[in-house]
């Protein structure tokens, strides 16, 4: 009688050596590198704008207690939830500041993180099936396949990337489903969200 062999299974610390591997050979790494740096000099010009602007233009606690007052909780959650689909046109920004106006703003800033995090995993979601049109398709796998190609090669750091600095993480979620990045790295990558918007609280909440 034949015996069937299960399948081989990769184990996870060796598909991690091996990403670290191709990253370090590619060049990846370098421009990991390159992505903190603009992030730190990011994180600077950001909170010099924020000092300004409640300085000198508008007093952002104020507006946002006046949004806490006139909208519900649920109703601001949902907006972000929308934004953070495909578009991101919103700045996760505005939102963490609003969560500032809480008794409990570190709670409400981990719902509005989560809330981000599902945006992303739907946007991915999204770019999967708009990789079933055909001409989405015809783009992706024949006429523009070389940079797509290196979107795919590059696409962990570019989501992880995306997902810390200002850089539009819904749409970056979006293109890394249409190249079929894999899901379960995708997972993993985009925890990162939680740190941005962590990261981006300590600034606020000391400046503001």
Request: hydrophobic share 55%; proline share 5%; net charge positive.
């Amino acid at each position: 009688m034949m015996k069937i062999r299960p399948p081989k299974i990769r184990p996870f610390l060796r598909s991690v050596h091996l990403t670290h591997r191709f990253y370090r050979i590619s060049g990846g790494y370098k421009f990991l590198v390159e992505g903190f740096r603009k992030l730190g000099l990011g994180l600077l010009a950001f909170g010099l704008l924020v000092w300004l602007l409640n300085t000198y233009v508008v007093d952002l606690e104020a507006l946002a207690e006046w949004v806490t007052g006139q909208f519900h909780w649920s109703l601001v959650v949902i907006i972000l939830g929308l934004s953070e689909i495909v578009t991101g046109i919103l700045p996760p920004d505005f939102f963490i500041l609003w969560a500032g106006t809480f008794t409990h703003p570190w709670a409400m800033l981990a719902l509005l993180s989560v809330v981000s995090y599902g945006g992303g995993i739907m946007s991915y979601l999204i770019g999967q099936r708009l990789h079933r049109l055909p001409k989405i398709k015809s783009m992706v796998d024949i006429r523009f396949a070389r940079h797509f190609l290196q979107i795919k090669r590059f696409g962990g750091l570019l989501i992880f990337l995306a997902a810390l600095t200002p850089l539009p993480f819904p749409p970056v979620c979006t293109v890394a489903g249409v190249v079929n990045f894999r899901f379960s790295w995708f997972l993993w990558v985009s925890t990162a969200r939680f740190v941005r918007f962590f990261l981006y609280a300590w600034f606020i909440f000391g400046i503001v």
